[in-house]
C-alpha cells in the first residue's frame, strides 16, 4: 500500500556531494522505519543506512560511515540521503525501502516496502 519514487542520483566526480530522495506516497509513514540500499551490477542488495520513525535512531553501514547522513521529514513522507566525498565505490544503484515498524533493521528481507532505484555514478 505504500509507494516509495527515489530522485537526486546521478553522474558525480569523486570527492563530489548528491542527495537522494525518497517520496512515499498510498499511505502514511505512521511507525515506519526507512532505509537505504544499494546494488552494483553483479553483486547482492547492500545495506547503507536506515532511520527508525522518530528520526532518533539511525544506524550507518561501516563503509559510508562519516560520509553519509540518512533523515527524514515524516510531514513531508520523504526521507533523505545525503551523500559526502563519493568515491567511485559508492556507484550502484540506490534503493529506499521501508518496514512496519518503528525500530531500525538492516536486512533486506526486513524491509515491507521498495522504491525502484536511482542510479549513482562516482567517477574518477
Known amino acids: 500500500q505504500v509507494q516509495l519514487v527515489e530522485s537526486g542520483g546521478g553522474l558525480v566526480q569523486a570527492g563530489g556531494s548528491l542527495t537522494l530522495s525518497c517520496a512515499a506516497s498510498?499511505?502514511?509513514?505512521?511507525?515506519?522505519?526507512m532505509g537505504w540500499f544499494r546494488q552494483a551490477p553483479g553483486k547482492e542488495r547492500d545495506f547503507v543506512a536506515a532511520i527508525s520513525w522518530s528520526g532518533t535512531i539511525t544506524y550507518n553501514a561501516d563503509s559510508v560511515k562519516g560520509r553519509f547522513t540518512i533523515s527524514r521529514d515524516n510531514a513531508k513522507n520523504t526521507v533523505y540521503l545525503q551523500m559526502n566525498s563519493l568515491a567511485p565505490e559508492d556507484t550502484a544503484v540506490y534503493y529506499c525501502?521501508?518496514?512496519?515498524?518503528?525500530?531500525?533493521?538492516?536486512?533486506?528481507?526486513?524491509?515491507?516496502?521498495w522504491g525502484q532505484g536511482t542510479q549513482v555514478t562516482v567517477s574518477s
Open positions: 525501502a521501508a518496514r512496519r515498524m518503528a525500530r531500525v533493521g538492516t536486512a533486506k528481507d526486513e524491509y515491507d516496502y
Open positions: 498510498g499511505r502514511t509513514f505512521s511507525t515506519y522505519a
